[in-house]
């Protein structure tokens, strides 16, 4: 069963920071290169960042881009989103996203506060 667990979210304050992690199981989860994205209420996906299957290779939202950090480690099928200097705009439901877009985690949500 292909299956991706989203944790590590919160509520924190503008400023603050969080570290989001992702178990993947069920798929060749070191072969694929996986992605962040997030939705606010109200609003449509929004893709964050990506990841290259070597974990070498990053691409970011401009908006998040000096802030936010993905990393991963294939060894143990994990993803990570390390999130600094947070606004009250990251404020959303957080998807880890692999197999193209065909998974999907459950999300997790990081409320950040004035």
């Known amino acids: 069963e292909v299956q991706l667990v989203e944790s590590g979210g919160g509520v924190v304050q503008s400023g603050g920071s969080l570290r989001l992690s992702c178990a993947a199981s069920g798929f060749a989860f070191s072969t694929f290169a996986m992605n962040w994205v997030r939705q606010a209420p109200g609003k449509g996906p929004e893709w964050v960042a990506s990841l290259s299957s070597d974990g070498h290779s990053t691409q970011y939202l401009d908006s998040v881009q000096g802030r936010f950090t993905m990393s991963r480690d294939n060894d143990k099928n994990l993803m990570f989103l390390q999130m600094t200097s947070l606004k009250p705009e990251d404020t959303a439901l957080y998807y880890c996203?692999?197999?193209?877009?065909?998974?999907w985690g459950q999300g997790t949500q990081v409320i950040v506060s004035l």
């Open positions: 996203v692999g197999g193209g877009v065909r998974y």
